[in-house]
């Protein structure tokens, strides 16, 4: 065998190794999307969070705000000792019993709510993008409210987003 | 005979490359069907949802042998939970937000998750 016909047939065997791992690397990653599975807990989380938010703010029902410093109402999360977290926002909403907000208490990303509405604006979301939408939780409770030095009953209404982690 | 013997060598290193790549793509395509991802994403978001349910002083048990196959290491590191599944180590775990210190202890037969 001549050089030149040594180096033709070296060339085709690159070729032809390079297209079975070409090949090889097609078939991996179809079966890696094949076979991954996302398992989606964000709604438990947001409604876990909810719990420790409300737990935090108004244990036994009585929310002192006297005790939270206008700093503290934005960094509800710190406040609370719970571990901040870019997937994270809460939003506590305060009224009295004429339902008049007297006062709101927040931490996290607030663009992360118009993401929310965006998904529940389109409920018809495909299958591949369900996994981006957020884990949401809302709850309301009647509360005693201690403000300005004056005992009331109130209402207290927790808003929980969690984002997904990737 | 010289032409003959190049030509069966070129064969011969042909066929071991292309074995070589298959094997690895078949042990990669096997690693994926076994699921331990998915087995080591279920431990790891169980436990997380546990640690933000827990109040102090609780605690719960990871059984090594586990339904989800043999658990090898349970850590909590950076506010996340990593547990390596059959070998496969967690690399970024599962966070979790509770306020209170979480621990894990390691025993004969299980992993111990304190919270308080």
Same mark, same amino acid.
């Given at each position: ?82 571990? =901040? ?21 927040? =931490? ?59 | ?29 096997? !690693? ?19 640690? !933000? ?47 209170? !210190? ?6 004969? !037969? ?7």
């Amino acid at each position: 065998m001549n050089k030149r016909a040594q180096t033709g047939d070296s060339i085709m065997m690159i070729y032809q190794i390079v297209l079975v791992s070409f090949i090889a690397l097609i078939v991996l990653g179809v079966s890696s999307i094949f076979y991954d599975h996302y398992i989606d807990v964000r709604d438990v989380e947001s409604r876990l969070l909810v719990r420790q938010v409300v737990d935090c703010l108004a244990p036994e029902g009585k929310l002192v705000l006297d005790d939270i410093s206008a700093g503290d109402r934005f960094e509800i999360l710190s406040y609370c000792g719970i571990a =901040q977290s870019d997937r994270l926002y809460v939003e506590a909403k305060v009224y009295d019993d004429t339902g008049t907000e007297i006062s709101v208490l927040s =931490q996290g990303d607030g663009g992360a709510e118009w993401i929310r509405d965006i998904y529940m604006a389109t409920n018809n979301t495909q299958e591949r993008f369900k996994k981006y939408v957020p884990g949401l939780a809302n709850f309301t409770s009647d509360i005693s409210i201690v403000h300005d030095a004056l005992t009331f009953t109130g209402r207290i209404n927790v808003e929980a987003i969690v984002n997904h982690e990737f | 005979m010289r032409k003959r013997g190049a030509i069966l060598k070129m064969v011969i290193i042909h066929i071991l490359l292309v074995g070589f790549v298959f094997a690895v793509f078949l042990f990669a395509t096997a !690693d994926k069907i076994n699921a331990r991802g998915v087995r080591q994403q279920v431990l790891e978001k169980q436990v997380a949802l546990l640690i !933000d349910s827990a109040v102090p002083g609780m605690e719960f048990a990871i059984s090594k042998v586990n339904l989800n196959g043999v658990v090898h290491k349970v850590e909590i590191k950076g506010g996340a939970v990593l547990i390596s599944v059959e070998g496969l180590s967690s690399i970024k775990g599962y966070p979790y937000f509770t306020p209170y !210190d979480v621990g894990v202890r390691e025993e004969e !037969d299980k992993f111990v998750v304190m919270v308080g």
